[in-house]
DNA sequence: GTGAAAAAGGGTGAAAACACCTACTTAAAG
DNA sequence: CTTTAAGTAGGTGTTTTCACCCTTTTTCAC
């Protein structure tokens, strides 16, 4: 054995975080940084206890999973970076890994996968499971005919702006207004939406933002 | 100390029950029955180590914490349910109330008020938090103006279903085909919906259908 | 600067969604 | 047996959404 690992856990709910610290000190890493969102985890990390992975929440207040991978691999790029999520979606899984996740496991797994990634990423810097692997060729597959990394094609920041702004009561008109754009200018980005995702209602873009996480419910 | 406290802990993420069973077992809580949903919790009971407590979780494959809890009031009534959930909403909360809980926490509070929870609820029988007195005493105000023991107005079996088909890109008129009624009929549910919620749009009749999990994204 | 591409803005018409009002049927409650 | 309430169904008209056509402005590489 050489220096001892450290090891950070970013989570919001904290009786799973506290359970699964317990966890880990049982299995040999007693050195466990905790932390309730992605600021919080940021700011306690003044001290000289770095942490060498960190498993890292993705649905959390204040600073999420993606923003906190991005600033990580920033500031301390030697850190690694295990995803933890309860979601198996294509989205997901590709953004964390394009933001600089080395792996990605969900909350439902065994503990014993857990321990397997951690050494994984620890050693080789990556860990993909099944899961992550069947993701990955699937995105590569269709990344040719437009869809990119995302699993669906890219959206600009007005887009998902909109996408957001359609899930509530307001007609496009109010929209607009809220936008500062035109209506006609609103109508393009829907029907720009429609072709792109295959949509063909406002129902239909309601529910893709919700399955792809682009607003909270 | 009298006979020693059997926990029950049923829930689908491996992670945090294994988290929290080591958790429960530091705490003075060393009988542990696990099971990943409420089918394979109520296959374990056939022994003679009955737990005297179970924590529940609400959303499970297979069989949801609801079922659990009307299954077990039903079959062992003596069992004490701790309802363990993500979600805050009025909606949740009531239902495992009504169902037969004696306690709701979320899994982001803090491990204290858990053991809290635990002893008040093998005690008394019960554990009334500030979360859920909040919840029980607004449904209470709500409940002689129309309002039910869900938080929001009774709806019948057919706006149930009416509700999960809204949340597709057929229009009204398919809808009606679906559930064998007219398109007239269709347009007084949607009407009638607006009116008992406060909605103003099918895009907020879909909101309300995720938000109160209706529909599984 | 020029030319191509992207973003923004526009018109018209059909379909869908929404508002409001009435009527029949059935089943429970008086 | 009548009254009420709930479920079903219809008529009419307005607003919103959607489809398909187009022009102007801005951006950016060359």
């Known amino acids: 054995m050489s220096k001892p690992v450290i090891v950070g856990l970013v989570d919001d709910h904290v009786l ?8 880990l000190v049982d299995n040999g890493y007693p050195l466990v940084i905790q932390a309730d969102n992605g600021k919080q985890f940021i700011d306690k990390l003044s001290g000289d206890e770095i942490p060498n992975i960190v498993l890292l929440d993705i649905n959390m207040p204040v600073m999420d999973g993606y923003a906190t991978a991005i600033w990580l691999k920033e500031h301390y790029p030697q850190m690694k970076i295990l995803a933890l999520s309860m979601y198996d979606d294509e989205h997901s899984i590709i953004r964390m890994l394009r933001n600089g996740a080395g792996g990605y496991i969900l909350k439902d797994c065994e503990p014993a996968e857990l321990k397997i990634a951690i050494e994984a990423i620890l050693q080789k810097g990556y860990y993909h499971n099944e899961l992550v692997s ?3 060729i699937h995105t590569m597959q269709n990344a ?6 995302n699993g669906y094609p890219e959206l600009s920041t007005k887009e998902v702006k909109f996408l957001q702004l359609i899930c509530s009561e307001m007609t496009y008109k109010e929209i607009s207004a809220v936008m500062k754009l035109s209506p006609r200018t609103i109508d393009g980005y829907r029907d720009a939406l429609f072709e792109k ?3 063909k209602s406002r129902v239909g873009l309601v529910m893709f933002a919700i399955r ?3 607003i909270n419910v």
Chains 1, 2 share one sequence.
Do not use: Q, T, W
Not at 16 to 23: I, P, T, V
Not at 144 to 149: I, L, Q
């Open 144 to 149: 040719d005919n437009g869809s990119a990394r």
């Open 16 to 23: 799973l975080r506290k359970g699964l610290a317990s966890l």
């Open 197 to 199: 995702l295959g949509i």
């Open 134 to 136: 069947s993701k990955l």
């Open 212 to 214: 792809n996480h682009l």
